[in-house]
Nanobody, 123 residues
Framework: QVQLVESGGGLVQPGGSLTLSCVAS????????MGWYRQAPGKQRELVAE???????LYGDSVKGRFILSRDNMKNTVTLQMNSLKPEDTAVYYC?????????????????WGQGTQVTVSS
């Protein structure tokens, strides 16, 4: 069973920075995508940043130029550096991964989500 373990988050003042990390652990063949989504109260979950196995980097429009996603393929880890944070960045941030995991003599593709970590930007 694969798990996504998130760390980071918390309370920060506007203009400040935070770092979120996510590690995928368990039996994994290939990590196809890995990244972060967020959901604010009363809003739909939205893309923050995601990287694909092919090297495509995707960012939500509202975070471009402020957030930076990095990855460590050997450790199945992604790190989200969030800079110039705004009150509207307040949300629960979820790590997500689409990956292939071994099942007997074959593999299957599954999507996993982390438990979520709260980010609050407030003075």
């Amino acid at each position: 069973q694969v798990q996504l373990v998130e760390s980071g988050g918390g309370l920060v003042q506007p203009g400040g920075s935070l770092t979120l990390s996510c590690v995928a652990s368990g039996s994994i063949s290939i990590v196809e995508t890995m990244g972060w989504y967020r959901q604010a109260p009363g809003k739909q979950r939205e893309l923050v940043a995601e990287v694909t196995v092919g090297g495509d980097w995707l960012y939500g429009d509202s975070v471009k130029g402020r957030f930076i996603l990095s990855r460590d393929n050997m450790k199945n880890t992604v790190t989200l550096q969030m800079n110039s944070l705004k009150p509207e960045d307040t949300a629960v941030y979820y790590c997500k991964s689409d990956l292939w995991e071994p099942v007997g003599s074959t593999v299957r593709r599954r999507q996993y989500w982390g438990q979520g970590t709260q980010v609050t930007v407030s003075s």
